[in-house]
């Protein structure tokens, strides 16, 4: 046979398009041709896959050797084509059997003497080849990480060589087995090691219970970035399939490790870090900071350091919960479904307000610096929570530990299970309509929430905004309607 089909994925962005590797073998001058809009790194992988296919003992044939990637008009980017087109070359040169690679995929990236390296995207492949209930051959290194699909018939080979014997029949290799589902430790801070701070632990709650963003803010030193640390400790683990999107984005940028099960994220960028490392961006556009921390939680702390302009970027990302990255090339969607959690300090000295420590900042200073963070930003904000320094003695005594994370975690998963219940998402994420429709406010709570908006000037998104954020009060104490403590209670927060 001078012609071979194997079929192998692409990827672009989370999905992972198929790639059908054709190769011919032809007379002529002996030349190795790749075409279908390769880039540099799939450009080289002639040079890997000769070596590799001579180190493993295997024949290279010496004659025009002709591969085309399909569809031609789909950017091939990476290695994982190396053991495709290996296996093609193999096959057309009749020193592999064709009909055993007819209904897998495969891919992956041959070292020089013939090994398997793991390639990212290995979950999103998985998952493409696992709808189209096709086996897949992975490296053995990426088998585990692989394995987290359901329903897929997974193959994991250290080598070129030890795969062809697979595929001649000689010594048949295991099918790798898909790991079950395993609880894995929480190794995150524990909210009972924070001392004091009854307010700003209630408002950590109540963020974690309905999805909210949440800003703390108060002088240095009182516990803003301690607090925000432990709030992936207290909210309940992602569903199977928010646990693969997670695991799919941490696979995308070469974060996962093999056999880890996903968490929810914490991630805190520098306050450096540009609007395309917090968006997403590049030639061939990444995911960002704001997809990283997709199902849990993106830390910013000194939060006016941070430039306006990235900071602005962050406004879409926060209603949609996705961001789309349009290239001339290019156009991906990756999610973004993050709750934000800022700190910030009140002044450029950080004492405005402390009455202990006066603050020397000028109003222009003080206006300026607050200044560096738009309306628009802050009115998507729904928790604003002032943290307050605590007394020596206070901080020194031994013992009067607050709840521990766990507990606080089994009241926030009882208040989202009701809400996913009744809506199928967290308070945060209603929309306008279904908002009013679950609400339902009597004459009190609606006589105060809008006595309330036209004193404190709430903009229509600030209104609705606190309107969720008393409807989670009221799931959170097991309500079926808003009362008049929960509107204080949410408009206390958007107040300060």
Same mark, same amino acid.
């Given at each position: 046979m001078e012609l071979s089909i194997?079929?192998?994925?692409?990827?672009?962005?989370?999905?992972?398009?198929?790639?059908?590797? /054709?190769?011919?073998?032809? #007379?002529?001058?002996?030349?190795?041709?790749?075409? +279908?809009?390769?880039? *540099?790194?799939?450009?080289?992988?002639?040079?890997?896959?000769?070596?590799?296919?001579?180190?493993?003992?295997?024949?290279f044939p010496d004659r025009r050797i002709t591969v085309n990637l399909a569809p031609a008009d789909l950017p091939k980017e990476g290695g994982r084509f190396d053991l495709p087109i290996a296996l093609g070359i193999l096959v057309a040169s009749g020193q592999l059997p064709g009909h055993k690679l007819d209904h897998c995929e495969c891919l992956g990236e041959l070292a020089l003497d013939g090994g398997l390296q793991p390639v990212t995207g290995i979950v999103c492949a998985a998952l493409a080849?696992?709808? =189209?209930?096709?086996?897949?051959?992975?490296?053995?290194?990426?088998?585990? *990480?692989?394995?987290?699909?359901?329903?897929?018939?997974?193959?994991?080979?250290?080598?070129?060589?030890?795969?062809?014997?697979?595929?001649?029949?000689?010594?048949?290799?295991?099918?790798?087995?898909? &790991?079950?589902?395993?609880? *894995?430790?929480?190794?995150?801070?524990?909210?009972? /090691?924070? *001392?004091?701070?009854?307010?700003?632990?209630?408002?950590?709650?109540?963020?974690?219970?309905?999805?909210? #963003?949440?800003?703390?803010?108060?002088p240095p030193g009182t516990g803003k970035t301690l607090l925000a640390s432990r709030m992936p400790g207290i909210l309940p683990p992602p569903d199977p399939q928010e646990a693969l999107v997670i695991l799919a984005l941490r696979d995308f940028c070469g974060l996962a490790k093999p056999g880890e099960s996903a968490q929810r994220p914490f991630? &805190?960028?520098?306050?450096?870090?540009?609007?395309?490392?917090?968006?997403?961006?590049?030639?061939?556009?990444?995911? +960002?900071?704001?997809?990283?921390?997709?199902?849990?939680?993106?830390?910013?702390?000194?939060?006016? /350091?941070?430039?306006?302009?990235?900071?602005?970027?962050?406004?879409?990302?926060?209603?949609?919960?996705?961001?789309?990255?349009?290239?001339?090339?290019?156009?991906?969607?990756?999610?973004?479904?993050?709750?934000?959690?800022?700190?910030?300090?009140? =002044?450029?000295? +950080?004492?405005?307000?402390?009455?202990?420590?006066?603050?020397? =900042? &000028?109003?222009?200073?003080?206006?300026?610096?607050?200044?560096?963070?738009?309306?628009?930003?802050?009115?998507?904000?729904?928790?604003?929570?002032?943290?307050?320094?605590?007394?020596?003695?206070?901080?020194?005594?031994? +013992?009067?530990?607050? /709840? &521990?994370?766990?507990?606080?975690?089994?009241?926030?998963?009882a208040c989202r299970a009701r809400q996913l219940h009744r809506q199928q998402c967290v308070n945060a994420r209603l929309s306008n309509d279904q908002l009013l429709e679950i609400s339902q406010l009597h004459e009190g709570p609606r006589a105060l929430l809008e006595a309330a908006a036209g004193q404190l000037k709430l903009s229509g998104r600030g209104l609705h905004r606190t309107l969720r954020v008393a409807l989670t009060l009221a799931d959170m104490e097991g309500s079926s309607h808003i009362q008049e403590a929960h509107v204080a209670e949410a408009l206390a927060y958007r107040a300060a």
């Open positions: 194997v079929h192998s994925r692409a990827l672009v962005g989370l999905s992972a398009p198929p790639v059908r590797v /054709e190769t011919h073998l032809s #007379n002529g001058l002996p030349a190795f041709h790749i075409v +279908g809009m390769p880039e *540099t790194a799939v450009r080289e992988s002639k040079d890997r896959v000769r070596s590799a296919i001579l180190n493993s003992h295997f024949e080849a696992s709808a =189209c209930n096709r086996p897949l051959i992975v490296p053995l290194s990426c088998a585990a *990480t692989a394995s987290v699909v359901d329903d897929i018939a997974l193959l994991g080979a250290p080598d070129l060589l030890t795969l062809c014997a697979h595929l001649n029949d000689s010594e048949p290799l295991p099918s790798f087995a898909t &790991s079950p589902d395993q609880p *894995t430790a929480n190794n995150t801070p524990d909210l009972a /090691e924070v *001392t004091g701070q009854e307010g700003a632990r209630r408002a950590l709650e109540i963020a974690a219970s309905g999805g909210h #963003n949440l800003l703390l803010t108060g991630r &805190s960028p520098h306050h450096s870090a540009s609007a395309a490392a917090l968006i997403g961006g590049g030639g061939n556009p990444q995911p +960002g900071e704001v997809s990283l921390a997709h199902g849990g939680v993106l830390f910013l702390d000194e939060l006016p /350091e941070f430039s306006r302009h990235s900071l602005d970027m962050l406004r879409e990302p926060m209603e949609s919960g996705q961001v789309t990255l349009a290239r001339a090339r290019h156009r991906v969607s990756y999610p973004a479904s993050f709750q934000l959690v800022a700190a910030m300090n009140p =002044c450029p000295c +950080g004492y405005l307000g402390d009455p202990e420590h006066p603050c020397c =900042c &000028s109003p222009e200073q003080i206006q300026r610096y607050a200044g560096r963070i738009s309306g628009p930003l802050l009115d998507r904000i729904d928790l604003h929570v002032p943290v307050t320094r605590l007394p020596p003695a206070q901080l020194l005594r031994r +013992g009067g530990r607050g /709840e &521990s994370s766990a507990t606080i975690c089994q009241r926030v998963s």
